[in-house]
């Protein structure tokens, strides 16, 4: 299904702001969510915080699996 978005969000054209994210990330502290986070990535939990902020980089670029993600959140 095609969206009518207002930008070039989670494609390649987005991959000059990975870096400065990275930045970002690396300079703030995370701590271990209570509840896993679904990456919409992946579309897997995860609960490790450098595991999250390395998915929140991803995510910029990445396409997002919405029905993937619903589906595992479903299944919990």
């Given amino acids: 299904v095609r969206l009518a978005v207002a930008g070039a969000?989670?494609?390649?054209?987005?991959?000059?702001?990975?870096?400065?994210?990275?930045?970002?990330?690396a300079s703030t502290e995370l701590s271990k969510?209570?509840?896993?986070v679904v990456s919409n990535v992946d579309a897997e939990p995860h609960s490790d915080p450098d595991t999250i902020k390395?998915?929140?980089?991803?995510?910029?670029t990445a396409p997002v699996q919405w029905e993937?993600?619903?589906?595992?959140?479903r299944e919990k």
């Fill in 33 to 36: 969510p209570r509840i896993p």
């Fill in 54 to 60: 390395e998915i929140l980089a991803k995510q910029v």
């Fill in 9 to 25: 969000f989670h494609t390649d054209y987005m991959s000059p702001a990975v870096d400065k994210l990275k930045e970002v990330l």
């Fill in 68 to 73: 993937t993600t619903m589906n595992t959140l």
